[in-house]
């Protein structure tokens, strides 16, 4: 079946360290979206991207849509301790289906 | 500026019982879904609503029954409860599924389950 795979599934990294976490679909999406979930907390909506090699960037956080629309990434610059938490992938399936498949989503935990 | 009420936060309840998790968004949302979290699993889609009237199973659906008999509201009912129910549930409202535009997934904060 359809499938993102969310890659690493933790990383820790010390405040100031740059991170990163990728999504890889199985299949061609319409849109991938990104969401944030702080440790006892709900999913955030973060950014959607549409465009294939669309790059999007919103202070420390740039995401990037694969030109194949295939892939997805979300660079953090110089983390802080506040960018703890669980950061999703989302894609939406193109074509009739539109199915949303999630990513199992990567920890991120930040040494002060 | 409420967007999606979920209640209760917190339930334990003894195998064998039955309750419903209500959910309710006054956003106006077309659809609104359920979703489980476990450990290692992510979020798995139990049962979705694209309207009023209108529901449909996700990939979890054994165990649970949803209505939709208002936009606003989308409870979602535990018939027979078992220990491998055990998990936090988030309700969640979206302006419509199939538009490129207006596909934020607004989430409530969750319920903790406990199936003892």
């Known amino acids: 079946g359809q499938q993102v795979m969310q890659i690493p599934q933790y990383q820790h990294v010390q405040e100031g360290e740059d991170f990163t976490t990728y999504c890889n679909s199985s299949?061609?999406?319409?849109?991938i979206q990104w969401y944030k979930q702080r440790p006892g907390g709900h999913p955030v909506f973060l950014i959607q991207?549409?465009?294939s090699g669309e790059v999007k960037k919103q202070k420390r956080l740039t995401f990037q849509f694969g030109e194949a629309k295939k892939n997805s990434s979300l660079h953090i610059t110089a983390t802080q301790t506040t960018d703890v938490g669980t950061y999703f992938c989302a894609g939406r399936a193109a074509g009739n289906n539109r199915k949303l498949i999630w990513g199992l989503g990567t920890s991120l935990a930040v040494n002060p | 500026n409420a967007g999606v009420t979920q209640t209760p936060k917190f339930q334990v309840l003894k195998t064998g019982q039955s309750m419903t998790l209500q959910c309710a968004q006054d956003m106006n949302h077309e659809y609104m879904s359920w979703y489980r979290q476990d450990p290692g699993m992510g979020l798995r889609l139990i049962h979705y609503s694209v309207g009023a009237g209108i529901t449909d199973q996700g990939e979890v659906p054994n165990g649970y029954n949803v209505s939709r008999s208002t936009t606003e509201d989308f409870p979602l009912r535990l018939l027979s409860a078992a220990p491998s129910q055990t998990s936090v549930y988030f309700c969640a409202s979206s302006e419509g599924r199939g538009r490129l535009t207006g596909n934020t997934i607004y989430f409530g904060e969750g319920s903790w389950l406990t199936v003892v």
């Open positions: 299949t061609t999406l319409s849109n």
């Open positions: 991207l549409v465009k």
